[in-house]
């Protein structure tokens, strides 16, 4: 039987002051919107910095990250993706491909003509690549972050512990299961600002029957993809483990324009809220260079 009592936890400080200082923009999709939070103005010349958050999450997926983008003068744009955080769900359903046209439709209604620079992590890197695949226009470059679906692994690395027919006290810790499971190779971090993250997001979660990221669909799509493209990945990432040693080589088969691939040390899948440091620096080089 469902249990029909979520446990819920407060917004971390972080996320509440976030929210105090952004700019929500709202574009009509189905019978309710597409949600964006942006932070920072936009510098003469450059281009809007969209982010695209994971699988069950929302904007939130960038809290240790968008304060450092602001401070290095990005134009910061993190939408929560439809089915996801305050998005409505697609009309139909429950996988990428339903949230493409959607996409399309926001980006044209906010950002007109002009090509933004896309960053996407896990299945928001799948979503990205399949998104310019369809619309290429849309971006001058893409930066995927421990994206799935390259086909290069042969079965699921992992296993998460299923949650809402438990009881609210038993939930908390298959929670705190699958962030150490799936999320973040430090487990230290469990606690606090990551779980508090990590349980708003699922909550929220209407898209729960994705399939698309156990294939080899983003292979697939960058062969579409013109712009320049990059990838940075925790070298623990748990959904690749050991098969993270040929990714580079799959990403130079499948992207056209494909200009570097970085392995920050001592971090898992959830690389930009475990080592938001590191994650900054190779996420501005691989910005500058994708903007040549």
Request: with cysteine; charged share 20%; proline share 6%.
């Amino acid at each position: 039987m469902r249990n029909e009592t979520v446990a819920q936890l407060p917004l971390p400080e972080r996320a509440r002051s976030l929210v105090s200082e952004a700019t929500v923009h709202r574009t009509p999709s189905g019978d309710g919107d597409v949600v964006w939070h942006v932070w920072g103005t936009l510098a003469d010349g450059d281009r809007p910095l969209v982010l695209f958050h994971g699988g069950s999450g929302s904007w939130m997926h960038w809290i240790r990250n968008i304060r450092d983008l602001v401070a290095a003068g990005r134009q910061v744009w993190a939408v929560d993706l439809p089915g996801f955080g305050d998005s409505v769900a697609p009309p139909a359903g429950s996988d990428a491909d339903a949230i493409i046209e959607p996409l399309c439709e926001s980006f044209r209604a906010l950002f007109g003509p002009c090509a933004v620079d896309l960053v996407g992590f896990s299945f928001g890197g799948m979503t990205a690549g399949m998104l310019l695949a369809a619309h290429p226009e849309l971006a001058r470059q893409l930066v995927l972050v421990g994206a799935p679906a390259m086909g290069v692994v042969p079965r699921r690395q992992f296993e998460l512990k299923a949650w809402r027919h438990l009881p609210p006290e038993e939930q908390m810790n298959a929670h705190r299961f699958n962030l150490g499971a799936l999320m973040l190779g430090d487990h230290s971090l469990i606690e606090g600002e990551a779980l508090a993250v990590h349980v708003n997001n699922v909550v929220r979660d209407r898209m729960q029957r994705r399939r698309l990221a156990h294939t080899d669909i983003l292979a697939r799509s960058l062969p579409q993809v013109s712009c320049p493209v990059h990838a940075i990945y925790g070298a623990n990432d748990s959904l690749y483990k050991e098969w993270i040693s040929v990714l580079a080589r799959a990403y130079e088969d499948a992207a056209p324009d494909f200009r570097g691939f970085e392995l920050i040390a001592d971090s898992g899948h959830w690389v930009q809220f475990e080592r938001p440091e590191a994650f900054l620096r190779a996420l501005l080089a691989a910005l500058a260079d994708g903007a040549d």
